[in-house]
């Protein structure tokens, strides 16, 4: 079985940074599509950004830079880095996987089969 854990969350003021991690047990990160999801109150869970086998990136419209998502192949880890926080990235951010390659990004919820617990972040103003 794969299981995914995730930390780096907190409370931070805006204008902050952040680098969430995610812990890959079971299977080898490099097998993966790793994607990060967040999801705040009331609303439905959102793409944030994923990164393929290959290792291309994708992001949301609404990262515009301040993102990355990288993995670490010898730490076994998948991390998103969230630089210039604003309270509106305040959510549950999940991070996610699907096993193989693939020739799209995937961006939607159904296209990964295993989730992490989710971290926190808060942004104040």
């Known amino acids: 079985q794969v299981q995914l854990v995730e930390s780096g969350g907190g409370l931070v003021q805006a204008g902050g940074s952040l680098r969430l991690s995610c812990a890959v047990s079971?299977?080898?990160?490099?097998?993966?599509?790793m994607g990060w999801f967040r999801q705040a109150p009331g609303k439905e869970r959102e793409f944030v950004a994923t990164?393929?086998?290959?290792?291309?990136?994708y992001y949301a419209n609404f990262v515009k830079g301040r993102f990355t998502i990288s993995r670490d192949n010898a730490k076994n880890t998948a991390s998103l880095q969230i630089n210039s926080l604003n309270p509106e990235d305040t959510a549950v951010y999940y991070c996610?996987?699907?096993?193989?390659?693939?020739?799209?990004?995937?961006?939607?919820?159904?296209?990964?089969?295993?989730w992490g617990q989710g971290t926190q972040v808060t942004v104040s103003s």
């Open positions: 996610s996987a699907k096993r193989g390659g693939s020739v799209y990004y995937r961006t939607r919820t159904s296209e990964y089969d295993v």
């Open positions: 990164i393929r086998t290959t290792e291309s990136t």
């Open positions: 079971g299977g080898a990160v490099s097998s993966y599509s």
